[in-house]
């Protein structure tokens, strides 16, 4: 009975060898790698559905007929997914390919290979052309559609004159590639879809079943750096009537501190909850063009700071 096991597994890794790379082990960071979590603590076990259950769940996803809270989430994961590649993924997942950690790090390790390449958001807007055609101060004249921002008459505004639609549609979680950060530690713009991941809250954040360090590293997804575990605020309390920061005396009422020196860092293993709230400085980068061009090239330092933090490293520089 094993080895027919073995044996159906084993024909459908051949039929399919990039789709077992790509599409299962992203399912491990929220399924785990038997498939023996629920996903975001919400989702069935998936290691206790059969296989037709499974077949059946993908399929409902993508045509919106099934799914409670993970509805949102999962429909972008399986859009792409026809009808052979759930049965394959349905097949993988009871023939026992569960997708152990070290090769869903090979599966990943493999996809940042093939994606080495971020997509630079200033690009459009420091193209050389765009910049001279734009430069109104080399200019004599100007007609009355060059000034402002929406490229139209003040003298003959009417219902067309309206902005641009914003569009924020982008590729499901694990299928987007990454952002170059603005500037150096600025924080990075998230480039997939987040439908069904909001509102993010204290209880439910779901971008923490793929960006927690210990997940972040076999899916191939960018892990919360040192800094969303540490806490810099200062340890203020009342006692009696005076006020202690750090155990000493400022004073006997709250008052904003106006000295800039970062308070004692209190790392912890759990997300600082300060940081909870990831799209309060992570946002969805819109399909626009900007609104001007720019001469603006962020400089790096470090040779990974487009993709990556530094921050813990310098966060006091000028200040000690």
Not at 3 to 10: F, G, R, S, V
Not at 31 to 47: D, P, R, T
Not at 153 to 162: G, H, I, M, R
């Amino acid at each position: 009975m094993n080895k027919m096991i073995k044996l159906a597994t084993l024909s459908v890794l051949v039929a399919a060898p990039a789709l077992y790379g790509a599409s299962v082990a992203a399912c491990v960071g929220c399924h785990g790698q038997q498939f023996e979590k629920a996903a975001m603590g919400k989702s069935k076990i998936v290691k206790e559905m059969t296989k037709e259950e499974i077949v059946a769940a993908l399929k409902g996803y993508k045509d919106g007929s099934y799914g409670g809270g993970m509805k949102g989430l999962m429909t972008g994961q399986v859009a792409a997914l026809d009808d052979a590649k759930i049965e394959a993924i349905a097949a993988l997942i009871k023939g026992g390919a569960a997708v152990a950690s070290d090769k869903a790090t090979e599966h990943a390790a493999a996809a940042a290979v093939a994606e080495v390449k971020v997509i630079d958001i200033n690009e459009k807007a420091c193209d050389p052309e765009r910049i001279k055609a734009e430069d109104l101060a080399a200019k004599d004249k100007l007609a009355a559609e060059e000034i402002g921002l929406r490229k139209t008459s003040l003298f003959a505004e009417d219902d067309k004159t309206v902005s641009v639609k914003t569009d924020y549609e982008r590729p499901a979680p694990g299928q987007s590639t990454r952002f170059e950060r603005a500037y150096m530690n600025a924080p990075p713009m998230v480039p997939h879809s987040i439908e069904g991941m909001e509102p993010i809250t204290k209880e439910n954040n779901q971008c923490l079943g793929c960006h927690m360090p210990d997940v972040a590293t076999g899916i191939g997804a960018t892990p919360l750096p040192e800094t969303h575990f540490t806490n810099f605020r200062p340890e203020t309390v009342m006692k009696g009537n005076e006020v202690l920061m750090e155990g000493k005396v400022v004073g006997t009422e709250l008052k904003t501190v106006g000295d800039i020196k970062l308070a004692k860092t209190r790392h912890t293993d759990e997300i600082y909850q300060g940081r909870f709230n990831c799209t309060q400085c992570h946002c969805p980068q819109a399909n626009v063009d900007t609104a001007v061009a720019n001469t603006f090239e962020p400089e790096f330092k470090d040779p990974k700071g487009e993709t990556s933090s530094s921050l813990m490293d310098v966060i006091n520089e000028g200040v000690e």
